[in-house]
């Protein structure tokens, strides 16, 4: 019993809120995880008020935000915490030594490879008892910055005009960022524990003062007005009351997970009694429950660094169609989009929504042959090596072929009035949840062994179901030749933006099935 109790209270990092973690039955890397967080909002808000733009140079905030980072990392993660410096500086050596037509690739090849090597040490390491925030929870963050960097630097000056995307184009870089400039861009407080992802010509007008004016003139020009009112200038607009209302969603996730998340343990569903005993329909009423149970900590983390964004000021994306500021530039979900998807596209287009932007970057606007399925395995060695990952990942794909095939030759039946579409979209929206939980039990799971007890438990019945129906209905349906690198359409596998964090200049129809 000892050694469970330890087992559950270890961390590599500091052992100092020890007596808190035994205290409220919290095991310690979480409690330091959320003691650091906390500590952002409150430095964020600090951040904006104390250092902004008008009271400090850009140097000084770039120093602040390195140094908090870094302390936040070696707070969580002890000596773990020097892999995620050194990938960066190795990274950065890259980017100012390599010539500009193969910076991108020997960026990827390196950080991909030095997050597999950690991912696979992980695995020895923790032998499965994987900590619920350990080291290379931040190396994937950084990795995600440090190959998104490299290819825009090698668009902005590695490529003609007329070779890019209008994305592209318009996140290109033209000269390669300073030590300083680099190093606050992976290693900042504000996102260096769970993120997001953001692109580093945004990161730099935030911390310059140009954030909130570029934002506004973007959107002025995308509406083709030319100029926005009060945009001549960088407005000091308070973003208190988005932080508030993410706050208070934090809040609500929280107690969800406090008081229904720990009574549906994920690992129930592979209990050999459970599944000798209960019947089918129960067991999957079971799965269905747990999995949307496990949802509120990711929506816990995700929101809480959003809202410290926002807290320092970073994350405006412009006016909403009320006129009121939109703080969601950088938001990573949506959770009203989740929870009542009708697709497996909309569903994955609302869920990590950052790590998507990065997959459509680096991978399928770029993948010569079979973007999909080289988006699919890209994002499964990013996530790690545990084989529940890529049962996850491997099983989308067929789920992903069937849903697209349903939605093209099956859907314009059931337009024909309201109530049939209701009927249609209640049926979807069901079929949606259960395969979601179908797909996603394995990277929960993690094992071979008990992904493949679940899946026998489940006759594997939506591995069948979707390639049947994607076989039956391929013969239907002719698929559009996939456009050319220069359009701006392309059927996306992992979306970017859910409708309400849409960026007004990204390609709106890069969708995910």
């Known amino acids: 019993m000892g050694d469970r109790v330890d087992a559950a209270f270890k961390t590599t990092g500091s052992k100092l809120l020890l ?39 850009p140097l000084l905030r770039h120093a602040v935000a390195i140094l908090f980072g870094v302390a936040f990392v070696i707070f969580c993660f002890g000596w773990y915490s020097v892999h995620i410096v050194i990938l960066v500086m190795l990274s950065y050596t890259v980017i100012i030594t390599s010539d500009i037509s193969n910076v991108h690739r020997y960026s990827l090849v390196l950080s991909m490879g030095y997050l597999t090597v950690c991912q696979i040490s992980r695995v020895f390491i923790y032998n499965y008892g994987i900590l619920s925030t350990d080291f290379s929870g931040p190396l994937m963050i950084v990795t995600q910055k440090i190959t998104t960097l490299a290819f825009q630097l090698h668009d902005g000056i590695g490529k003609k005009p007329e070779e890019l995307t209008l994305d592209q184009k318009r996140l290109a870089l033209i000269q390669r960022p300073s030590l300083v400039e680099y190093l606050s861009y992976n290693l900042n407080f504000l996102s260096v524990l769970v993120g997001p992802c953001s692109n580093y010509q945004d990161y730099v007008d935030f911390i310059e003062g140009r954030h909130i004016h570029r934002r506004l003139r973007q959107q002025a020009e995308g509406a083709g007005n030319g100029h926005l009112n009060g945009s001549d200038q960088s407005p000091d607009l308070s973003p208190l009351g988005a932080v508030c209302s993410k706050l208070l969603l934090c809040g ?18 592979v209990d050999p009694h459970f599944i000798s005993h209960a019947p089918f329909l129960t067991r999957l009423v079971y799965a269905f429950f ?65 790590t998507g932007v990065w997959l459509k970057s680096v991978c399928y606007d770029r993948a010569p042959h079979h973007p999909m399925a080289m988006t699919f395995v890209l994002s499964a060695l990013w996530h790690g090596v545990y084989p529940g990952y890529y049962f996850t990942f491997i099983t989308a794909i067929p789920i992903t072929a069937a849903a697209r095939a349903v939605r093209r030759c099956v859907r314009h039946h059931f337009l024909c009035s309201r109530g049939v579409k209701l009927l249609y979209d209640l049926m979807t929206w069901a079929a949606t949840q259960l395969a979601i939980c179908y797909t996603v039990m394995p990277f929960l799971l993690l094992a071979v062994e008990p992904t493949v007890v679940y899946y026998r438990s489940m006759f594997f019945h939506v591995h069948l179901i979707s390639m049947l129906v994607a076989i039956a209905l391929h013969s239907k349906h002719t698929p559009a030749p996939r456009p050319p690198p220069s359009s701006s359409s392309a059927p996306f596998p992992l979306s970017p933006y859910p409708s309400h964090c849409q960026d007004p200049h990204s390609n709106n129809n890069l969708k995910a099935e």
């Open 19 to 57: 007596p808190v973690s035994e205290f409220f039955g919290f095991p310690l890397d979480q409690v330091n995880f959320l003691a650091c967080q906390v500590f952002a909002l409150a430095a964020a808000f600090w951040f904006r008020l104390y250092l902004g733009p008008r009271h400090a140079s």
């Open 290 to 354: 747990s999995i949307q149970a496990a949802r509120p900590k990711f929506y816990f983390a995700w929101t809480l660094a959003d809202a410290i964004n926002n807290a320092a000021g970073y994350g405006f994306k412009g006016m909403d169609a009320n006129g009121k500021p939109s703080w969601d530039l950088i938001c990573n979900l949506n959770i009203w989009g989740i929870e009542t998807a009708t697709s497996f596209k909309t569903f994955i287009d609302n869920w990590n929504i950052q």
């Open 252 to 269: 609500g996730c929280m107690l969800f997970f406090l008081t229904v998340t720990r009574s549906l343990p994920i690992m129930h569903n």
